[in-house]
């Protein structure tokens, strides 16, 4: 019964995994390779369907149905002389099936997409409303006033462009010092990473 749990716990994170993958698809920010011979869509001769995630999350689901009723049921047996077990255990098989399944399509799956970078580029320049956390915090920093507030003001549910947030930056006061308001203007949304390249080379053990 514990086996069978850790297996579905397991599914369940690479379920999650199929899915992103499949909505990162559908945004345009990763793209598959085009096998010669591969069938895309049934009317749409043009398309690459991410076929091997969507595969692979329905197998997962029926994968831990399987594993998470052997989990439950295994332990119990009334009077201890419960023999409904066996019934369970012959579709033990069904549910290994599934989950093997299920792994070789998001590995087939993964050997076929790659990052579009520039799609993500784009997308990225469309958000400069990103900015808001760095310059809030260079705000609160130097102890200007009502930093969240203010930035909150100029961004939640609008449309903020590069020259918006460079308006907002340029009319915070004198006492914001020169380098720090240089900093923040020279920031763009796909150059505000923080630590994230040291954390991403150096992860925690």
Not at 15 to 40: C, H, N, P
Not at 43 to 67: C, Q, R, S, W, Y
Request: charge should be neutral; glycine fraction near 4%.
């Amino acid at each position: 019964a514990e086996m069978f749990a850790a297996i579905a716990r397991f599914n369940t994170v690479l379920l999650d995994l199929a899915r992103d993958l499949w909505t990162y698809i559908s945004l345009g920010y990763f793209a598959q390779k085009r096998l010669d011979g591969e069938v895309g869509s049934s009317t749409m001769p043009h398309k690459l369907n991410p076929i091997d995630f969507e595969n692979a999350e329905g197998n997962l689901g029926l994968a831990n149905a399987v594993m998470n009723h052997l989990s439950a049921k295994l332990p119990i047996s009334r009077m201890q002389r419960d023999l409904s077990d066996s019934t369970v255990l012959r579709n033990l098989g069904v549910g290994l099936a599934h989950t093997l399944i299920a792994y070789s399509s998001v590995q087939f799956g993964l050997r076929k997409v790659h990052v579009d970078a520039d799609a993500m580029r784009r997308e990225l320049d469309t958000h400069w409303e990103l900015l808001a956390e760095p310059v809030q915090t260079v705000m609160r920093k130097h102890a200007l006033e009502t930093p969240y507030e203010a930035l909150k003001e100029l961004t939640q549910g609008r449309a903020v462009t590069q020259q918006t947030m460079a308006d907002f930056i340029r009319a915070l006061p004198a006492s914001l010092p020169h380098a720090d308001r240089a900093r923040l203007l020279a920031l763009t949304p796909a150059t505000y990473l923080g630590l994230a390249p040291h954390l991403a080379a150096h992860p925690s053990p």
